[in-house]
């Protein structure tokens, strides 16, 4: 219950749709089949809201579970009390109950373990209490046979007890965490020279940790990890020492003096080096969990770029030495043809453009894709004066190739395409990329693809998870065809997994293209619970039931037909594209009405609304379509203050990089971005936007360009 109560606080839900969400994700229904088919029940929150409301109800979870662990622990020492209790059920953090948990750890030997096995435990005790002579004592202690031949030795075991009890002090660590957090410095220090100056920025350089930017912190951690870079974080040690030594010393005297060395060897010795890697630890968990949204950020728009449907494509993956590889896939992504040359060779490039030449008359190509790494822009340069030369309309699109080399090497590529080497199948895989830009990255491991930043660096269960989800919900708002999707694509459909996905395919090659969804039913391992999660993902094209081929799920069908039926339409009126006037009719009708009658809620009523009158609609239509260019232009032909237009390739905590066809990507600076205040860089840009920038740095030995978004309109005014 009280879990509940968090997160309906947390998120700003109604209890009733917080509970709800509760219940159906302990049910064990997905996201997206949430998000899309129960909208009655959440309040119609949205997918990215719901994956939030999960991570947190599964992190609040452990919390407690963790609770529950320590408290048993406790308890079965004996040692447990209505405060020990309290301070564990007032943890908000898993760092806060390990630090409650301290004190009844079982530890490895230590200077206190070492003084309390000695017999000095009492002493300390009478130390702490303040109220006598110290000295006369400890001279109670003095046992030869345990180690204690005299009373300074007494003395120094009390005090390595005591400073192991102040150390082990919950909201005294707390409060050091918070002043470290809050006032501590971040000092970095060049140990080792890297060639490439990476961190040169870094080499002596220092920031309070409450101002240090994200991206700084994973850079840092790199530079350290790699031996370059020596990381300190400090907080001033007087400081700390006397709020150490406040916590426990009430008078003044003997015991009182002994105390404030106590919590001066504790913080030294034991709260120091580990405060300072608790606090790294958040820094770095907090920069993480930053690199890993913008990850999710960036991710989204890239897979949902507008497909070039039916098209056939010519796929040039560029090369120097080993030459430029070509496939052409026809309108479905079916290699029609192969081929490999050397634009880049001055002595082949007239052989290159015949072979060229000769597959786009004979596979009738419509578009060729040209990836963007290696070699890129001569190939470029190759294709745009090729076209000129071609009695033909075709156009050409550079390509973000990122991650195909992984694919074209991958066990699934060897699958799909035992008969080419593995740079052929790169070049199909770019000519794919821009066909369908979700099925074919779908094949990809998301870290490849290109579009973060310290990736690596990433706890990878984290990010497989986050990347995981974003996936899965681009698949599902996208919607799957039954009949041509690759195991790579099923798999991330809701319900459905590799196993399942493998059955679902061997079944079509088996009885053929399904008509009908439910047939589903009959894949091996695909349940009702399964078929429930997935059947609104999957469409099956031309099949028996229109419906079949829209987002409406199984579930409704009786409800969408009365729907129709209401107003007078049958699923020939579907068909046929012959509802131009439902939704006035439903306005007229009454919506709240019409959904009472259809037994369904309002906004499930209006989803339905909007599959019915676009039957196998892609939602990626609705996007800006891939520019196509016939035409070339070099950085050399740039110029401080030109307007270009490009696309956003990658957004990231301190800017922009924007593909503005020159091969390369240009650096819009966050403070180059707009006029009004953003927060950053995500709130104003998305990975596949277009926009217009004004050159404001050119270094074209360097290859670098500086843009500014904001000077666009100045220059216009």
Do not use: W
């Not at 429930?532 to 099949?543: D, F, K, N, S, T």
């Amino acid at each position: 219950m009280e879990i509940l109560q968090q997160l309906t606080t947390e998120f700003g839900l109604r209890p009733e749709h917080a509970k709800n969400v509760v219940d159906l994700l302990d049910e064990g229904n997905t996201i997206p089949f949430i998000a899309r088919y129960r909208k009655e029940m959440t309040g119609a929150i949205d997918d990215q809201v719901l994956r939030k409301f999960a991570d947190r109800y599964e992190y609040l979870q452990g919390l407690n579970k963790r609770k529950e662990e320590v408290a048993k622990a406790i308890t079965e020492q004996g040692k447990m009390t209505e405060e020990i209790q309290a301070a564990i059920d007032g943890c908000a953090t898993l760092t806060e109950i390990e630090d409650v948990y301290r004190p009844f750890k079982q530890k490895k030997k230590t200077r206190a373990s070492v003084a309390a096995e000695r017999g000095l435990k009492p002493l300390a005790d009478f130390i702490l209490e303040q109220n006598g002579d110290p000295y006369a004592e400890a001279e109670k202690y003095i046992d030869e046979e345990k180690g204690v031949p005299d009373v300074p030795s007494a003395i120094a075991g009390a005090r390595d007890i005591i400073a192991e009890v102040i150390s082990d002090n919950a909201e005294l660590r707390k409060k050091l965490r918070a002043l470290f957090e809050n006032h501590g410095e971040v000092q970095v220090k060049m140990v080792e020279d890297d060639e490439k100056g990476t961190y040169a920025m870094y080499a002596d350089y220092s920031e309070l940790v409450p101002e240090i930017k994200n991206h700084r912190v994973l850079a840092v951690n790199r530079g350290e990890k790699e031996g370059h870079l020596k990381v300190k974080l400090y907080f001033n040690p007087d400081m700390a020492k006397r709020v150490c030594a406040a916590k426990y010393v009430h008078t003044k005297g003997a015991c009182a003096d002994i105390i404030t060395e106590a919590a001066d060897d504790g913080y030294d010795r034991l709260i120091e080096p580990s405060i300072e890697r608790e606090v790294r630890a958040i820094l770095t968990d907090r920069a993480s969990e930053q690199a890993i949204k913008m990850f999710e950020v960036n991710l989204r728009p890239l897979l949902l770029q507008p497909p070039v449907k039916g098209k056939v494509t010519m796929g040039l993956d560029p090369g120097y030495r080993t030459g430029c590889k070509v496939a052409v896939v026809d309108p479905t992504g079916k290699v029609l043809a192969t081929s490999v040359i050397y634009p880049t060779h001055n002595n082949r490039v007239e052989e290159a453009k015949q072979v060229v030449k000769d597959l786009i008359a004979r596979c009738k190509v419509d578009v060729i894709a040209i990836g963007n790494g290696t070699a890129s822009k001569e190939t470029e340069i190759f294709v745009a004066e090729l076209l000129k030369e071609v009695d033909a309309d075709v156009s050409y699109a550079v390509v973000n190739e990122a991650g195909a080399s992984v694919y074209s090497a991958s066990p699934l590529a060897v699958e799909e395409f035992p008969d080419y080497d593995l740079t052929l199948r790169s070049a199909i895989s770019i000519a794919r990329r821009l066909q369908d830009p979700l099925a074919e990255l779908i094949k990809i491991d998301p870290k490849s693809i290109g579009v973060g930043q310290y990736q690596h660096d990433m706890d990878k269960k984290r990010l497989d998870s986050v990347l995981g989800g974003v996936l899965e919900d681009c698949v599902n708002s996208v919607g799957v065809d039954l009949n041509t999707a690759s195991v790579s694509l099923l798999r991330f459909v809701a319900g459905l997994n590799s196993g399942i996905a493998k059955n679902i395919v061997a079944y079509r090659e088996e009885n053929g293209a399904f008509t009908q969804r439910k047939q589903l039913l009959k894949v091996s391992k695909l349940g009702a619970k399964a078929f429930e999660q997935c059947a609104g993902c999957l469409r099956v094209p031309g099949g028996d039931n229109i419906l079949d081929n829209t987002a409406v799920h199984p579930e409704s069908y009786e409800k969408a037909q009365k729907l129709l039926s209401l107003f007078g339409y049958t699923t020939d009126d579907v068909k046929n594209n012959n509802l131009a006037e439902l939704p006035a009719k439903v306005k007229e009708y009454g919506a709240d009405r019409a959904a009472e009658y259809c037994g369904l809620d309002k906004a499930t009523m209006n989803d339905i609304i909007a599959e019915l009158m676009k039957p196998g609609r892609d939602v990626r239509d609705s996007l800006p379509a891939p520019k196509l260019r016939r035409d070339i232009m070099g950085i050399e032909d740039l110029s401080v203050g030109m307007e270009v237009e490009g696309v956003v390739r990658n957004v990231i905590d301190f800017g922009a990089f924007i593909d503005i066809g020159v091969h390369q990507d240009g650096l819009v600076h966050v403070s180059e971005i707009s006029d009004k205040y953003i927060r950053h860089p995500s709130d104003v840009l998305k990975v596949g936007q277009r926009v217009k920038a004004v050159i404001i740095t050119l270094d074209v030995k360097k290859q670098r360009i500086g843009l500014s978004l904001k000077q666009v309109k100045k220059q216009a005014n």
